[in-house]
């Protein structure tokens, strides 16, 4: 099998939730776009993405940057390196502190209702609770 890349080079980036967003997967050519998705997003200096909650689990791996971010009403310090899990439902928001950099990290999400009745219609398993 070759190997199939997404060069940066022609990688679409769009605003939204308060940042600007590379989505990498669902990638309908390599995976099954029903169970999970990732994107590289960038707070820009001094910005905030805007508050939010899914109906999936989410982790955040902090690739450059330093800021904080507020999960209910818990507020934390983060920097490169950090590893954040989001559990399904939490209201959260991602703050740059820098004046100068952005603050980039990976997000990989999963574990929706739509992805649990997907898997349920694929492989018969029961429904996990929500």
Not at 56 to 65: A, R
Request: include cysteine; charged fraction near 20%; charge should be negative.
């Amino acid at each position: 099998m070759p190997v199939i890349i997404s060069p940066a080079r022609e990688a679409q980036t769009k605003y939204e939730y308060g940042c600007d967003l590379r989505r990498l997967y669902p990638w309908n050519e390599v995976t099954d776009p029903e169970f999970w998705g990732s994107a590289i997003a960038s707070v820009r200096p001094g910005e905030a993405t805007t508050p939010h909650s899914h109906d999936e689990e989410e982790t955040f791996i902090i690739l450059s940057g330093a800021g904080s971010i507020t999960v209910d009403d818990e507020s934390s310090d983060i920097a490169q390196g950090d590893v954040i899990y989001l559990p399904r439902h939490s209201h959260h928001t991602v703050l740059n502190h820098s004046d100068a950099d952005p603050l980039v990290f990976l997000t990989i999400f999963w574990g929706s209702p739509e992805a649990h009745a997907a898997l349920k219609r694929r492989y018969g398993l029961a429904q996990a609770e929500a």
